[in-house]
């Protein structure tokens, strides 16, 4: 599947920042099947649309999410992250009393994360490197 670069634009410049989020419950329990897991996709696309992320995929596993979403550049990692694990926490638990019962929380601490472009490092690399390579265009109105 291919994405799309779609910049976005707010008063400072313009973004196009991905990230692939990876969470599971704690002590990896397969607890996100059925009812459990649409609501938690469910759920998923509630807190992007309220924070204007964008959602390219997700998947829920029996034992863990994983998630590709579009931020905006005040959110970090950590933050995103963070903001689905402690909503749909709150939520599945109060919806799902069983998730109360077999664990302690319903997700573990830690999660993965890393930034998606579209572009790969070693393009980005390759148009650094090879600034001074390229022509220059002329500036307008006569300059040195």
């Known amino acids: 599947m291919a994405v799309t670069r779609k910049v976005r634009r707010f008063s400072g410049g313009v973004y196009d920042l991905g990230l692939h989020i990876v969470w599971c419950p704690k002590y990896r329990r397969p607890v996100l099947g059925g009812r459990v897991a649409a609501r938690l996709d469910e759920l998923i696309r509630q807190k992007a649309d309220e924070r204007g ?5 997700l998947e829920v596993m029996p034992d863990h999410v994983h998630l590709f979403v ?13 903001q ?15 998730l109360k019962t ?3 929380t319903l997700w573990s601490s830690s999660y993965f994360a890393a930034s998606v472009g579209a572009v790969s490092a070693d393009t980005v690399r390759q148009y650094i490197d090879t600034q001074w390579e390229r022509p220059r265009k002329k500036q307008k109105g006569g300059g040195s």
């Open 102 to 104: 077999q664990l302690p």
């Open 84 to 98: 689905f694990k402690g909503f749909t926490s709150r939520v599945l638990r109060a919806e799902f009393p069983h």
């Open 70 to 82: 579009k931020h905006d550049p005040k959110s970090s990692a950590s933050y995103v992250a963070n």
């Open 53 to 57: 992320w964008e959602i390219v995929t």
